[in-house]
C-alpha cells in the first residue's frame, strides 16, 4: 500500500504547488502567512524525502520508487522518475537545504519576501526533478527550468551588480545546454529513445562519442563549475542573496557532476578515457589554481566561491582517475575509492558550502558588508557564531572527523592509485584549503575589535543556532561515521564502474 | 574479559572528552569550580585507567589489547576502523600523557585564575587530551591521522588562546600551516600505504611489510625507488611537522605565544612526541629500509645540534625552552634513526617529565614577574621563590645529563646508541648529539643562572612584589621533579632488556644497536659510574662551567663575545633565517602566484579575452542551434516560458 504512493512525484510537485499557495496567499500584506506555508511545505517535503532513505534497498543498484507514464507519446518521451544510490542523497541533500534556507530567510528579505520563498520551493521541485528524472527529455526541462527561479532570485534580490551577474549566468549555463539538448536529440536520432537507460546502451564510434562527451561537457562543466568555465560563479555568488548562495553551492553546483555521472561517463565510456587526462588536468587546476586565487580574495563571498570551486574540483577528479585507473591496470579495481569519494565530496560540500555562505550572511545582515577588511575581532562581540564558523571552516578544510575531509580524503587515496603526482598536486589542498579558509578565519573572526561596526555586533540569534547546528550535525556525522552513506553509494558506484569498464566500440 | 577491557580503554578516551564537553557547553552553568572540576576528574580518570593498563600489561604480563571499537566504513572490500591497540608501547604514552595532562590541568588553576576565558581553556586542554589519547591508542592509520589533526587544530585553538593578541593569531595560523605541510606529506605516505597493503590495520601491514622489502616505486618515470623508503620517508615528513624538525620546526617557537600551561603539556610534553611515537609505532616498516633511517637520523641530528645552538641566544624564558625541546626532540629523533626506538621513546618519557617541569617552573617565575618573560630582566629569584628554584634546578640538571636524573639514563643510551649505529650519517649524528650535550649544559644554566641567581635585575615594584607562587602551581611542580629524578632509575633497566617494550616495536638484529648497551649493562647504579668517566659527562660539566663563568663570575663578557662575533651572533639571531625566508617565499609567493592567476588568468584572460570576445559570437551560435531544432514543439514551449520570464525579469529589475 505504502509502495503505491508516488513518492517522488510528491517530493517534486508539493514544493511546487506549495510555492504557487504561497503566491497566492501571501501578498506585501500577508508576509507572515507566507512564511509559515512556505517552512511548512518545505518541511513536509524533507519528511517526505526520509522514506527514500528509510525504504531504500541497500543490496540493489536498479533504480527504486520508480514512476513511469507516457508523457509526448509521439516521440516515447515519458515522465520517468527513479533513484537510486546515486541521486537518492542528493534529493535528501536538496529537500534538507531548502528548509535551512527557509529557516534563514525567514526575517532577511524585506522586499517581495513570499516570493522569494516561493522562488525557493518551486527551485526545490525541479531540482528534485533532475535528480530524479530518468528520460533525458524529462531531465532536460527540469535542468533547463531551474535556471529561471534561479535567476530571478539573483536578478530581483541580488546586490548591486546583479544584473551583469544575472547576465553571466544565463549565457554561461544557457550556451552549455543547448549543446545537450543537440547530443541528446542525436541519441535519439541513433536509437529511437529518450530513455536515460536506453543511452546508456547504445553502441557509439569514438568520434561520436567525443563529440557527444564534448557536447555534455559544456553543459556540465559550466554547472560544476570547473576551469575554465568557472568565471560566472564568483561573480553570481556576490550578487545573490545568502539564500541563492546556498542552493547554488549547495545543490545546483552538483547537478554537473550528476550530470557526468549520469550521462556522460556511461553514455561515452571509451570517450571518457581517451579524455581522462585533460578532465584530470582540469580538475588538478581547478583544486590548486583556484586554491592560490582564493587565499587573495578581499571579499568573503567571492573567497568562499572559489573555495568551491577548488573543492568541486575534488569531485570532477575522483570521477575520471577511475579512467587512469583501468587504463593502467586494465580493471576497476580501486577505482570506486575515487568515484565514491567524488560523491561523498558533493554532498559534504553542500553542508559546508551552505553553513560558509550563512557564515557569511549572518555577518552581512548586520554590517551589510562582505569585505574581509570590515572585520576583525568578531569573536569578541560574537562568540557563539565564531565558535560555528570555527567548526565549519575547519571542515572546509578537510579536518577529519568532519565531513570535509572523507571526500577528500578517499579521492586522494585513489588518485595516488592512478599516479603519485595526481595525489600530490591534489594533496596540496590540505595546505592551500587551511591557508585560504583559516587566513580569513583570522582576518575576521580573532583579533582587537576591529571597528565600531564589530563593536556593535549581536551574536547570533536563536534562529541562526537553529540552522547552524542543523548542518553541523550532518557535517560530524558524515565525518565521524560515514558508513551509511557509503553502504548507500556503493552498490550503485559498483554498478556504474561495471557499466563504463566495457567498451562500446 | 575483553569487553572488560574494552569498556576501560573507552572510558580513558571518552573520560576527558566528557570533561571536555561539559566545560565548554555548561561553562556558564557550572561556573569556573565547576569547569575545572570536571575536566581534572575526567583526565584523573584516564590516568588512573592508563596507569592501571600499564601495569597490567607491562608488569603482569597481560595480552595485548586490538580490537575494532566501529567500522569508519566499507569502501570496495577495504574496512577502515575506529579501533584501539593497547601494548606496551601505547599504555606507556597513555600513562605518559595522561599524568602530563592531569598536572597541568592543577597547574591551570592557578596560572590561568584570573582569565575570563577560564571555562574555555579547560575545555580545550581535556580536548587535546582526549586527542592524543586516540593518537597513541590506534590501531589503524586512519585515526592515527585523526588524532593527528586533531592534536593539530587544539593546538592551533590553544596558541591563538588569546586571540586578540596579533601575535598570537599569526602563531597559530603559521602553527597549523607548516603542521599542514608536514601531514601533506603523511597523509600520501598513507595512500602508500593503503594502495600497496589494502589495508590501514597496524597488525595488517606489519605482518606483510616484510614480503614487500624488495617492491620498488617509480614516482619519477624510469626511476626506481625502494617501495618501503618511499612510504617511511612520506611518513616522516609528518612527523617532521608534528616534532618540530628542521625545515618544518619554525612553528614551534612562535607557539610559546599561547599560555605557559599548554607549552608544557602540547608543546613540550605530548603532541611534539606524537611524531617521535609514531615513528616508534612504525618500526617493523622504518627497519626495512636504511636508506630512510639514515634520512631520519641526519635530519634529528641537523636538528639536535643547530636549534640548541639558538637557544643560547634566545633571552625570552620561554623561547630558550622551546628551542631546547626543539633540540631534545632531535635527540629522540636520532634515536629513531640510529633503531634505538626504545632510547627514543625513553627519552620522551623522561623529557616529558623535566620538560614539562622547566615550562611550568617558567611559567611560575613568569606570574612571580608579572607576565615579564626577559630573562635579562631576572636575576637571584632563588631568595623569593625557593620551590620554583629548586625544582627547576632539578628540571635543568635532568635535561643536561647529570648522571643519576632522569635525562642523563635516556641521552647517555641515545649517544651510546649512535654511537654503535652503522648507518650512512652515523658519525655526523654522533658528533652532533655530543656536541649538543655541551651545548644544551650551556644554555640550560645561562637561562638558570641568569633567572635565580646572580644581581637581581627587576625594576624595584616588581621586586617589591616578588614572592612564591600558589600551592596548585608548586605541587604539580613538585609532582613532576619526582619522576625526574626517578624515573631514569625505574627504567633504564626494563628497556635495555626489553621487557619496557615488549613486542611493540620491532628491530632488526643487524640493527640492533642497544643489544651490545644490554651486554654490558649490570645495574643502573653502574651504569651512573660508567656515565661519570665518559664524554658526555665532560661536555655537560664543559658547558655548566663555562654558562657560570660567563654569565655569574665575568657577567660583562658575553655582550664583548657577541661583539667579536657579529655574524656568527647574528645569524643565530635569525634564526638561521627559516622564518624571514618562509615570510618571502612561502607566504609571499602564496599570495603573488593567488594574485597573478586571478587578474591575470581569470579577469584578464578568461573572462576580458574568451568570454566578452566571444559574447557576440555565443549569441550568433545560439540562433543558428534555435533554427536546427525548431521543429520541435517542446522546444518552442521552452523558448517561449524563457523568452517570457527574461522579459518579465528583465522589466522588474529594471
Known amino acids: ?505 | 574479559m575483553a569487553q572488560n577491557s574494552q569498556t576501560m580503554y573507552l572510558a580513558i578516551v571518552l573520560a576527558p572528552l566528557f570533561g571536555a564537553l561539559l566545560a565548554g557547553f555548561g561553562g556558564k552553568i557550572i561556573g569556573r569550580v565547576g569547569a575545572h572540576t570536571v575536566t581534572i576528574i575526567g583526565v584523573a580518570i584516564a590516568f588512573g585507567l592508563s596507569a592501571m593498563t600499564f601495569k597490567g600489561i607491562v608488569f603482569d604480563g597481560g595480552p595485548i589489547y586490538d580490537a575494532t571499537l566501529y567500522t569508519w566504513g566499507v569502501i570496495e572490500g577495504v574496512h577502515l576502523e575506529v579501533g584501539f591497540r593497547i601494548d606496551e608501547l601505547s599504555s606507556l604514552m597513555m600513562t605518559v600523557v595522561t599524568f602530563v595532562s592531569l598536572m597541568v590541568h592543577i597547574y591551570t588553576i592557578g596560572y590561568m585564575h584570573d582569565d575570563p576565558g577560564y571555562q574555555r581553556f579547560f575545555s580545550y586542554i581535556s580536548l587535546f587530551t582526549f586527542a592524543m589519547l586516540t593518537l597513541v591508542m590506534s590501531n589503524n592509520f586512519l585515526q592515527l591521522f585523526f588524532g593527528w589533526e586533531a592534536v593539530g587544530v587544539m593546538s592551533y585553538l590553544l596558541i591563538g588562546f588569546w586571540y586578540q593578541r596579533e601575535s598570537a593569531i599569526y602563531a597559530n595560523l603559521k602553527a597549523f600551516l607548516v603542521n599542514r605541510v608536514g601531514d601533506f606529506g603523511f597523509l600520501l605516505g598513507i595512500a602508500a600505504v593503503l594502495m600497496y597493503f589494502g589495508s590501514l590495520h597496524y597488525a595488517t601491514v606489519f605482518e606483510t611489510a616484510p614480503l614487500l622489502r624488495e617492491l620498488t616505486i617509480q614516482v619519477f618515470p624510469g626511476v626506481n625507488w625502494s617501495l618501503m623508503s618511499v612510504i617511511c620517508i612520506l611518513l616522516f615528513i609528518g612527523a617532521m611537522g608534528k616534532s618540530a624538525q628542521m625545515p618544518l620546526h619554525v612553528w614551534l617557537p612562535d607557539s610559546m605565544e599561547g599560555p605557559t600551561p599548554i607549552s608544557a603539556l602540547i608543546h613540550a610534553a605530548t603532541m611534539v612526541t606524537a611524531g617521535i611515537f609514531m615513528v616508534a609505532r612504525m618500526s617493523p616498516l622504518f627497519e626495512l629500509s636504511e636508506t630512510a633511517l639514515s634520512f631520519v637520523m641526519v635530519i634529528g641530528a641537523i636538528t639536535a645540534l643547530a636549534m640548541g645552538l639558538v637557544g643560547i641566544v634566545q633571552n625570552d624564558i620561554k623561547r630558550v625552552i622551546a628551542y631546547s625541546t626543539l633540540s631534545q626532540l632531535g635527540y629522540m629523533t636520532v634515536a629513531l634513526g640510529a633503531s634505538a626506538y626504545a632510547g627514543a621513546i625513553f627519552h620522551l618519557g623522561t623529557h616529558a617529565f623535566f620538560k614539562a617541569l622547566l615550562f611550568l617552573g617558567a611559567g611560575s617565575v613568569i606570574i612571580a614577574m608579572h607576565h615579564d618573560q626577559d630573562i635579562r630582566n631576572m636575576g637571584g629569584l632563588r631568595k623569593y621563590m625557593p620551590i620554583t628554584w629548586i625544582t627547576a634546578l632539578i628540571g635543568s640538571v635532568a635535561l643536561i645529563g647529570f648522571p643519576g636524573f632522569s635525562g642523563f639514563f635516556s641521552k647517555d643510551l641515545i649517544i651510546e646508541a649512535v654511537h654503535h649505529s652503522e648507518l650512512p650519517g652515523a658519525g655526523f649524528a654522533y658528533f652532533s648529539v655530543l656536541a649538543g650535550v655541551f651545548i644544551t649544559a650551556l644554555y640550560s644554566f645561562r637561562m638558570y643562572f641568569l633567572v635565580f641567581h646572580g644581581k637581581e635585575r627587576m625594576s624595584a615594584s616588581v621586586r617589591s612584589s616578588l614572592r612564591e607562587t600558589p600551592g596548585v602551581v608548586t605541587a604539580p611542580l613538585i609532582m613532576l621533579a619526582i619522576p625526574s629524578v626517578v624515573i631514569g632509575w625505574m627504567g633504564i633497566e626494563s628497556v635495555l632488556n626489553g621487557e619496557l617494550f615488549g613486542h611493540s616495536i620491532m628491530v632488526l638484529p643487524e640493527h640492533n644497536v642497544l643489544g651490545p648497551i644490554a651486554a654490558n649493562f649490570h645495574s643502573a647504579g653502574g651504569f651512573v659510574l660508567h656515565g661519570i668517566t665518559g664524554a658526555p659527562f665532560v661536555l655537560a660539566m664543559a658547558g655548566v662551567g663555562v654558562a657560570w663563568y660567563l654569565y655569574l663570575v665575568r657577567p660583562e663578557l658575553p655582550e664583548r663575545i657577541k661583539q667579536s662575533f657579529a655574524l656568527l651572533y647574528n645569524v643565530l639571531e635569525q634564526k638561521y633565517g627559516f622564518d624571514r625566508f618562509n615570510e618571502v617565499f612561502f607566504a609571499g609567493g602564496a599570495r603573488g602566484i593567488g594574485t597573478v592567476l586571478w587578474r591575470g588568468g581569470d579577469a584578464a584572460i578568461i573572462d576580458g579575452l574568451v568570454i566578452n570576445g566571444s559574447a557576440r559570437t555565443v549569441a550568433w551560435l545560439a540562433s543558428v542551434m534555435r533554427h536546427i531544432q525548431s521543429g520541435f514543439l517542446f522546444h518552442y514551449a521552452l523558448a517561449m516560458i524563457l523568452g517570457l520570464l527574461v522579459m518579465i525579469s528583465w522589466f522588474v529589475i529594471l
Request: charged letters at 10%; proline letters at 5%.
Open chain 1, 1 to 505: 500500500m505504502l509502495a503505491d504512493i508516488p513518492l517522488l512525484s510528491l517530493i517534486i510537485w508539493a514544493p511546487i504547488l506549495g510555492g504557487i499557495w504561497v503566491l497566492i496567499a501571501g501578498g506585501e500584506r500577508n508576509v507572515p502567512t507566507a512564511r509559515v506555508i512556505a517552512l511548512a511545505t518545505s518541511i513536509l517535503t524533507f519528511l517526505l524525502s526520509l522514506p527514500l532513505y528509510t525504504r531504500f534497498d541497500l543490496s540493489t543498484a536498479d533504480m527504486q520508487f520508480v514512476e513511469r507514464m507516457p508523457w509526448i507519446a509521439a516521440f516515447d518521451i515519458n515522465y520517468h522518475l527513479g533513484v537510486d544510490g546515486i541521486s537518492m542523497p542528493l534529493v535528501i541533500l536538496t529537500t534538507f537545504i531548502t528548509v535551512i534556507v527557509i529557516i534563514s530567510s525567514w526575517s532577511v528579505i524585506k522586499q517581495r519576501a513570499a516570493q522569494y520563498l516561493a522562488a525557493f520551493l518551486v527551485l526545490e521541485g525541479l531540482m528534485v526533478g533532475a535528480f530524479a528524472a530518468l528520460d533525458s527529455i524529462l531531465f532536460y526541462v527540469f535542468w533547463e527550468a531551474l535556471l529561471i527561479p534561479m535567476f530571478l532570485i539573483i536578478g530581483i534580490w541580488g546586490g548591486p551588480r546583479r544584473v551583469y551577474a544575472t547576465i553571466k549566468f544565463f549565457l554561461f549555463t544557457f550556451f552549455g545546454s543547448v549543446l545537450m539538448l543537440v547530443a541528446l536529440l542525436y541519441l535519439y536520432a541513433q536509437g529511437g529513445s529518450f530513455a536515460i537507460a536506453d543511452l546508456h546502451q547504445l553502441p557509439l564510434s569514438l568520434t561520436e562519442q567525443t563529440l557527444i562527451f564534448l557536447a555534455f561537457l559544456a553543459a556540465f562543466a559550466v554547472k560544476v563549475p570547473m576551469w575554465p568555465v568557472h568565471t560566472w560563479l564568483p561573480d553570481a555568488h556576490v550578487e545573490a542573496p545568502t539564500g541563492g548562495s546556498v542552493i547554488l553551492a549547495a545543490v545546483m553546483l552538483k547537478l554537473g557532476g550528476y550530470g557526468l555521472i549520469r550521462f556522460s561517463l556511461p553514455i561515452a565510456p571509451d570517450a571518457s578515457l581517451e579524455l581522462s587526462g585533460m578532465m584530470i588536468g582540469l580538475s588538478l587546476v581547478a583544486i590548486v589554481y583556484i586554491g592560490f586565487v582564493a587565499i587573495v580574495q578581499p571579499d568573503m563571498k567571492k573567497l568562499i566561491a572559489y573555495s568551491s570551486i577548488s573543492h568541486m574540483g575534488f569531485a570532477t577528479l575522483g570521477l575520471f582517475i577511475a579512467f587512469r585507473i583501468f587504463a593502467d591496470t586494465g580493471s576497476m579495481a580501486g577505482a570506486g575509492m575515487g568515484v565514491q569519494g567524488s560523491l561523498v565530496q558533493m554532498i559534504s560540500h553542500g553542508f559546508i558550502s551552505a553553513a560558509m555562505f550563512l557564515c557569511v550572511g549572518v555577518m552581512y545582515d548586520r554590517l551589510h558588508s562582505r569585505d574581509i577588511k570590515d572585520y576583525g575581532g568578531v569573536v569578541n562581540t560574537m562568540p557563539i557564531f565564531a565558535a560555528f564558523m570555527m567548526l565549519f571552516a575547519l571542515a572546509n578544510s578537510g579536518l577529519p572527523g568532519t565531513s570535509g575531509f572523507v571526500g577528500e580524503f578517499m579521492v586522494i587515496m585513489g588518485s595516488f592509485k592512478a599516479n603519485f603526482w595526481i595525489a600530490f598536486l591534489a594533496g596540496l589542498t590540505l595546505i592551500l584549503g587551511a591557508a585560504y579558509t583559516l587566513w580569513m578565519y583570522k582576518r575576521v573572526i580573532f583579533g582587537p575589535v576591529g571597528n565600531d561596526g564589530v563593536a556593535g555586533l549581536s551574536d547570533v540569534n536563536g534562529r541562526e543556532i537553529l540552522f547552524l547546528v542543523l548542518l553541523a550535525i550532518p557535517v560530524l556525522w558524515i565525518g565521524l561515521w560515514p558508513a551509511p552513506l557509503l553502504e548507500i553509494l556503493q552498490p550503485s558506484v559498483e554498478n556504474l564502474l561495471q557499466q563504463i569498464a566495457v567498451s562500446k566500440l
